[in-house]
């Protein structure tokens, strides 16, 4: 228990180790064998978190072993609009979603599994993310863990430009050496090797007639 207690600030992790059967049998559900070991178990449903999107979240937010205390509080509770689904049912004392399961930095520490939330998201979904923090940033210049998400969001984007951009350079440099002049060259001696044969061969067998 105190290694779950440990991984209680990442969403996923509360709830494959608070609701392990569940989280074994909708994983089983997808066509997977479910591991035995509560880690490796989150292992496979943050893989098929990033395979799968954000429907897959939502149907593993359902088995929150929390969902329906907070769902029964939300009324008495302060909601907000959650900055990734943009639903009002963001439970702000708690740090949880009751949507699609979100959860802002809170400074943990933890930054690896605050930004593998955005793991499934596309690109320009992950830059709007980021306009609507910096947006809430701006709006609460105080707020330190607001300013180092928007730096974390920051450098995932660059992160991904980078690598899209090396990506693109390294297919483009591969298209460019299809043929080369030294290629081209080759092929022409080869071709001149080739009919002065075929011509030898046809002089050879005239002649034997």
Known sequence: MKQAYYLAQNKIDYIVFHNTKKVSELLYNQGFEPPKDPVELVEAIKELTRKKGRKFLEELVQLHPDKNAILSLNTSKKTSNCGACKKDNYDDK???CANCGHSNYMGSGDE??????????KDTELE???RGIVRKSNEAPENKNLAQEVQMIWNEIRQRKAKQKSTEQTSQHAKDRGI????????????????????????????GK
């Open 94 to 96: 708690g740090n949880y």
């Open 112 to 121: 690896d599994s605050f930004l593998g939330q955005f793991d499934s998201y």
């Open 128 to 130: 709007k993310y980021y």
């Open 180 to 207: 080369t002049k030294d290629d081209l060259l080759l092929f022409g001696v080869v071709f001149f090797a080739g009919a002065l044969v075929g011509h030898g061969l046809k002089f050879n067998f005239n002649n």
